[in-house]
């Protein structure tokens, strides 16, 4: 099992960045694909981006993120961040992330639905402004 702790949220301008970072505790972190997920008042919650575990560090990320978000792991430091730049106002969301055994990725990439990641942090909320 793991514990997941989401920091690094906060209040930004559009155009600038901000690093999530998702902080693991318990063992065999690196046997772990870890997602970013967002959720917007009203919304649904959505798949942002990625990385696989078992040391392949395979990277997948959302269409509307592309180009923008980047993902990355420490397994050293039990830590998965996301660097966020060029933020948009439809950015603004409470962003999670979450795991699941590194045997859930599949040739088409990583589970994309919240509902297949068991672990779950508690959110940190990114505000973008204009």
């Known amino acids: 099992q793991v514990q997941l702790a989401e920091s690094g949220g906060g209040l930004v301008q559009a155009g600038g960045s901000l690093r999530l970072s998702c902080a693991a505790s318990?063992?065999?972190?690196?046997?772990?694909?870890v997602g970013w997920f967002r959720q917007a008042p009203g919304k649904e919650r959505e798949f942002v981006a990625a990385i696989s575990g078992s040391d392949v560090d395979s990277k997948y990320s959302a269409d509307s993120v592309k180009g923008r978000f980047t993902i990355s792991r420490d397994n050293a430091k039990n830590t998965v961040y996301l660097h966020m730049d060029s933020l948009k106002l439809e950015d603004t969301a409470l962003y999670y992330c979450?795991?699941?055994?590194?045997?859930?990725?599949?040739?088409?990439?990583?589970?994309?639905?919240?509902?297949?990641?068991?672990?779950w942090g508690q959110g940190t909320q990114v505000t973008v402004s204009s």
């Open positions: 979450a795991a699941v055994w590194a045997s859930a990725l599949s040739s088409t990439g990583p589970p994309r639905f919240s509902r297949a990641y068991p672990y």
């Open positions: 318990g063992r065999s972190f690196i046997k772990y694909l």
